[in-house]
């Protein structure tokens, strides 16, 4: 499938480590992320490089073209946000993880949307269950394999 990986970037980069795991987890099993970049530790000097307008113009672009947007929410980003009600709004499947115990927004949480998945991980094996049963469903709803 063809992926659109979110994280927060210029909210914080406290997560880094668990971003790196997942889109690694992600390759591994044979999937395409177009924001792979998000992993880098220096991706803020290079998203710096482009203009706000190539940012937004790249990323609709790769939010239209993706099969699925998973977005680990465990530190708030307004960018990964708006990513998610982006995907939404383009009739994408999205599933939110965020770290068990921390509160994540109840915009979120509460939205029983069809195509929004949210669920909350304790370790690695957690949320590799969350995505690879998300990935079935939308392998089951059409999406391609």
């Known amino acids: 499938m063809n992926i659109y990986f979110a994280g927060s970037i210029s909210g914080g980069r406290a ?3 668990i971003y790196r795991e997942l889109v690694a987890f992600l390759k591994e099993a044979g999937h395409l992320i ?8 220096a991706v803020l000097d290079k998203e710096m490089q482009l203009t706000a ?7 609709m672009s790769w ?30 499947p999205v599933l ?12 979120l949480t509460g ?7 949210v669920r909350t991980w304790q370790d690695r094996r957690d949320w590799e269950m969350h995505i690879r049963a998300f990935l079935q469903d939308c392998t089951a ?3 391609r394999a």
């Open 96 to 107: 939110c993880l965020y770290r068990q115990g921390l509160f994540a927004s109840r915009m």
């Open 15 to 17: 997560y880094l480590a």
């Open 53 to 59: 307008q190539q940012v937004y113009e790249r990323d």
């Open 34 to 41: 177009y924001t792979e970049h998000i992993v880098d530790p």
């Open 141 to 143: 709803n059409g999406k």
């Open 63 to 92: 939010l239209t073209e993706c099969d699925c947007l998973i977005a680990e929410i465990s530190n708030p980003s307004l960018g990964v946000g708006y990513e998610v009600c982006a995907a939404l709004t383009l009739d994408k």
């Open 111 to 117: 939205n029983t949307r069809p195509g929004l998945t």
